[in-house]
Every structure is written in structure tokens, then in C-alpha cells.
């Protein structure tokens, strides 16, 4: 097969775990958080300008928001972000009697409900006190549904294209799994695995559903992103990064048509990975991803 797959590092400012991309239509712009380094970045890929917001805690995820800004994870809460202001305001907090805990990944389902995870203490990279974290959704008036707990890490997640079916990644269990969904009440039922990585694709870490209907795994630990078939449960292609620790993925530019990757550079020598840390831009993919959703609340 003729191949034209390009792999570019477009943002080398480097993160201590970049995680999280989300393309922002509106903007033509690229959102990624920086969850050690504790910080929002905005990346414009047409003017190459970075625009980042400390949030003084770690920050899991950041989606926008359809009343305006956005809506992002930091520590336990749920926050309010005014980009134009740098102001951000406590919603709402998640797992009170985990005060060890932090969110992690989070995502807007295709009707505007948020859902995110969280993670007990993690004492090294991946290392962490076993079942302590949560998955949660939280609703357009601001009250949250818990879905799960005894997670090990809370991480990827996304719908299928007809919606019917929820996919999620809890990193120890090595496996991508998926629940039926209903849409109207947000119910997630049926877990079982779809995928289970195989020797030397490392940790399940983010993902992204494709506009085929495939899943796109960032392997963390493994330097690479995988496209399954959630149906037939079959690798069918495996895209190699310059860094091992790569976090999530989405795709973005004017058509959908690019996939960005997120990486950590955290528990790694600088020196052996120049770019760790750095956001990756992947191009000729052939494939497109969707638009993502605005949260409601
Ligand atoms: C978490 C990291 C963790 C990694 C691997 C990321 O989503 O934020 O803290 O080390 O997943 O599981
Ligand atoms: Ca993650």
C-alpha cells in the first residue's frame, strides 16, 4: 500500500504530561492540557501562536463550552473558564471522600453531557493507588451521575457514530472497552473489552472514534497510535511516534482530516527523547475525524 503518513512535531514547547487535544472548530484551533505542568494550552496552527492559562492544579481535560469558554477538570473540580479574562470558576467537585484523587480524561457526549474520570494518587508514572477513581457524568443543570467506580485510571473515551455505544479506557486493565449507551439518559450498561493490547503496545491512554467508525488508541508507553475496528476487534494500522510516552489523540484542521497526538515527557531523560512532551501532527492519513461537542451545562 502506498504510503504517505507524515508524523511532524507542531508544538515543542514541552509538557510534563500533554493529554487531552480538542479540536475547536470555531477558533481553527488546537485545546491540549498540560496536567503536571498545570496548565490550558490554545495552539493556532495558522499563526503558530501558543496561548496558555495556569490553573494552579493539575487540569485533567478542557472542553468548550456552548454558553461560551470552556469547561475544564482541575484537581477534584469541575471549572468554568473564561478564556478572555483567564477567570475560572468552581462548578462542582467530584469524589469528596477521595481527597487524594484528581480528574483525568473527560469528553462531551453527542448531546452535550460531559463524562470524566478520575485517579487516586499516582506516586510514578502509571503508579497508582489501585481502584480509588470514578467515572462520572455530569448533566446540562450541573448534577452529576456516577457510572463507576474502582478504577485504576480513568482515561479515553468516546461514542460510536451511531451513538448507541460508549468507549472507555480504564489504562491497567490494557483493554478498550465498551458499554451500550442511551443517549436520552445518559445510562451506560453491557461493559465488555474490544480490544486488548498486545505485547508492546504499552498502556491504552486517550482516544478518538474516526468518521469510519474506528478507534484511534494513543499507546502510552509504546510511542505509538493504533486504529482499531471496535467492531471485529482487529488492529488494522499502527502509526509510530518519535516519543514513547504518547497520551491522546484527535483529529483537527479545516476538514477533520489531521490527527494530533499528545505526549508526556514526565519520568523520561530529556536528552534520550527531544521531543517528548511535544504535540505531533499527523497527516495522509487518508481517514477523518468528527467535529466534537460543545458541553450543555
Ligand atoms: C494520566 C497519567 C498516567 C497515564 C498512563 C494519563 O492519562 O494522566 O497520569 O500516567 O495516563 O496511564
Ligand atoms: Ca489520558
Known sequence: MMSSV???CVVKESALIGEGPVWEESEQTLLFVDIGGQKIHRWSPSTNQIQSLETGESVGFVVPRRSGGYVAGVGRSIV?????????????????????????????????????GTMGKETRPAEVQRQQGSLFSVNSDLS???????????????????????????????????????????????????????????????????ADGR????????????????VTGVRLQTVSLPVTKTTSCCFGGPDYSDLYVTSASLGLNQSEQQLAGGTFRVTGLGVKGRPSTSFTG
Open 6 to 8: 507524515k508524523v511532524e
Open 80 to 116: 468554568a473558564v473564561d478564556w478572555s479574562t483567564q477567570m475560572m470558576t468552581p462548578l462542582l467537585e467530584v469524589d469528596e471522600d477521595k481527597k487524594n484523587n484528581r480528574l483525568n480524561d473527560g469528553k462531551v457526549d453527542p448531546i452535550g453531557r460531559l463524562l470524566a
Open 144 to 210: 452529576v451521575t456516577k457510572h463507576l467506580n474502582q478504577v485504576d485510571i480513568s482515561n479515553g473515551l468516546d461514542w460510536s457514530l451511531d451513538q448507541k455505544t460508549f468507549f472507555y479506557i480504564d489504562s491497567l486493565s490494557l483493554t478498550v472497552d465498551a458499554f451500550d449507551y442511551d443517549l436520552l439518559s445518559g445510562h451506560i450498561g453491557n461493559r465488555r473489552v474490544v480490544y486488548r493490547m498486545e505485547e508492546g503496545e504499552g498502556l491504552p491512554d486517550g482516544m478518538t472514534c474516526d
Open 215 to 230: 478507534l484511534w488508541v494513543a499507546c502510552y508507553n509504546a510511542g505509538r497510535v493504533i486504529r482499531i475496528d471496535p
